[in-house]
């Protein structure tokens, strides 16, 4: 069995083609294909995320008050 990883686009009408050049013509074989939306590159949030700040315009929406921190750990 072999593992092939490879990223594709999907084309204007939401098609993906896939072509896997094996070099073994006339040959049957069993395909098992997974697909994942590509993650987010480079750690980096997604388009229109810092859009969402402030985003809330409900004036019944309120911050509840949040406990004190415990204290800081002296490390040696």
Sequence with gaps: ???I???ER???DGTLTVRVPLGQPDTE???VLVVQ???G???ML???YYDLIGSIDDETF???PQPPLPPPVDVE
Aim: charged share 10%; proline share 12%.
């Design 1 to 3: 069995m072999q593992t």
């Design 5 to 7: 990883q490879t990223r």
């Design 10 to 12: 999907t084309g204007t």
């Design 29 to 31: 074989f069993d395909v």
């Design 37 to 39: 939306p590509k993650a």
């Design 41 to 43: 590159t480079n750690g």
């Design 46 to 48: 997604p388009p229109g």
């Design 62 to 64: 309120m911050v509840h």
